[in-house]
């Protein structure tokens, strides 16, 4: 599980969604637009934030524009994990007119689906008071999750796990389905490569000291009570093991979580739930050039 510093994303990672989100939105063509709008009209749009949110998905949206008009100047003026309140301009667009309408929604669609991700991020962020890692799951929208994932940490959390590969969490059914916790760690650690850590779920105290018996390095401690996560954390310490909360986790539970002493805590709702943010594009007309 490699750590992603907050940067800009790679264009490769979105390019060709951004094309087939166009390309899913415009059919066999933008029959208003073309009805109503010259090829040569000019206009300017600026994407105004219509509550408070942590901005994310500039990058993505402007390549729609670009997509359609590779003439497109933009000005960002609060960028992607910037902080925003209502009636701040976030950014702006200037280019053919035509582009700038067709591209519109699918435009704001991704703004307004990153930048809700980002902003529940932030609020579980700041709800740990810097006492707990906030990690995001794959609980993401199915080809979305390079973008969902920045998202996240655009919002100050952490990714946990990129894709299959990228750790080793043995969950309650590979518990189940190798014959208990000690015979999928001992597997486990027979095909592991490069000596990778290794995370196990247990769902009790009882498979917690099994697993930590067979020397575990990292515990997920799944829907267990606030008590038994502590008695969990107490113990996996004793073991030099790091605990992980998972399951229900909510808002107003975090504080009480990351006061258990808990290394991390994986929390779904931030990529399955979190709502759009209202974000709107405005545009006017420009001088023909």
Not at 12 to 34: K, P
Not at 89 to 109: C, H, S
Not at 156 to 164: E, P, S, V
């Amino acid at each position: 599980m490699k750590s992603q510093p907050f940067g800009p994303l790679e264009p490769a990672l979105y390019r060709e969604t951004v094309r087939r989100a166009l390309a899913e939105d415009l059919g066999w063509g933008d029959l208003t637009t073309d009805g109503t709008i010259t090829p040569r009209q000019r206009a300017r749009g600026v994407f105004l934030a219509k509550a408070w949110c942590v901005v994310c998905g500039l990058d993505v949206a402007m390549e729609a524009f670009r997509q359609l008009d590779p003439g497109a100047t933009f000005n960002v003026l609060h960028g992607d994990g910037s902080v925003c309140h209502p009636g701040d301009v976030l950014a702006e667009v200037d280019g053919l007119a035509g582009a700038l309408l067709t591209a519109e929604r699918t435009a704001l669609n991704f703004m307004q689906r990153l930048s809700g991700i980002a902003t529940v991020t932030r609020r579980f962020v700041d709800a740990s008071g810097g006492k707990i890692t906030v990690l995001d799951t794959r609980k993401t929208t199915p080809t979305l999750r390079a973008l969902e994932k920045y998202a996240v940490r655009a919002g100050g959390g952490t990714n946990h796990r990129m894709a299959l590969d990228d750790g080793i969490l043995i969950k309650d059914n590979h518990v189940r389905l190798a014959g208990g916790i000690r015979e999928a760690l001992a597997r486990m650690r027979a095909a592991s490569p490069d000596d990778m850590p290794i995370e196990i779920e247990v769902q009790s105290l009882e498979q917690l000291d099994e697993a930590l018996a067979v020397g575990a390095t990292r515990v997920l401690a799944d829907n267990l009570t606030l008590d038994e996560i502590r008695e969990t954390v107490r113990r996996a310490k004793l073991h030099g093991a790091q605990v992980e909360v998972s399951g229900g986790v909510t808002l107003d539970r975090l504080a009480d979580l990351a006061s258990t002493g808990a290394d991390f805590v994986s929390v779904g709702a931030l990529t399955h739930s979190a709502p759009a943010v209202d974000i709107s594009f405005e545009i006017e007309p420009q001088p023909f050039e």
